[in-house]
């Protein structure tokens, strides 16, 4: 008996239902695991937020502490719980220099014609 138009399409029906099944399992495990780890998250964010502050170390550096702790209370808003380790100028970049004379010089290259 030859294979069919058909059949051939029952088999492709028959696989992508396969292939629907296996995506939506998978869909529900990733979920679970995002629930279990936000649910996790939260709870430690509330240990967290249970502790007492300690108080702010003075500083030699020209930024006030309450500027640091108001930036750290943005920070932590906005992108969720970090911690400053550290806070220094940055070394000087050259790179903008560079790019800027690099430009001026090849805008007075002559172009064939």
């Known amino acids: 008996m030859p294979y069919t138009t058909s059949q051939a399409f029952i088999d492709v029906m028959i696989m ?11 869909a529900v495990v990733i ?6 780890l936000s649910r ?3 709870q430690a964010e509330t240990a967290a937020a249970q ?3 300690a108080p702010l ?5 020209q930024v006030p502490a309450a500027h640091l702790a108001a930036i750290a209370a943005a ?7 970090h911690r400053i380790v550290r806070i220094e100028s940055a070394p000087p970049s ?3 220099a560079i790019a800027g004379r690099s430009a001026h010089h090849h805008s007075h290259i002559t172009r064939r014609s």
């Not at 992508?16 to 998978?26: D, G, N, Q, R, T």
């Not at 170390?57 to 550096?61: C, F, G, Q, S, T």
């Open 16 to 26: 992508y239902a396969i292939v629907i099944v296996v995506s939506l399992l998978v």
């Open 31 to 36: 979920r679970v695991i995002v629930w279990t």
């Open 40 to 42: 996790r998250a939260s």
């Open 51 to 53: 502790t007492q502050a």
């Open 57 to 61: 170390p003075p500083l030699d550096d």
């Open 75 to 81: 920070v932590t808003m906005m992108s969720g719980a």
């Open 94 to 96: 050259y790179g903008w």
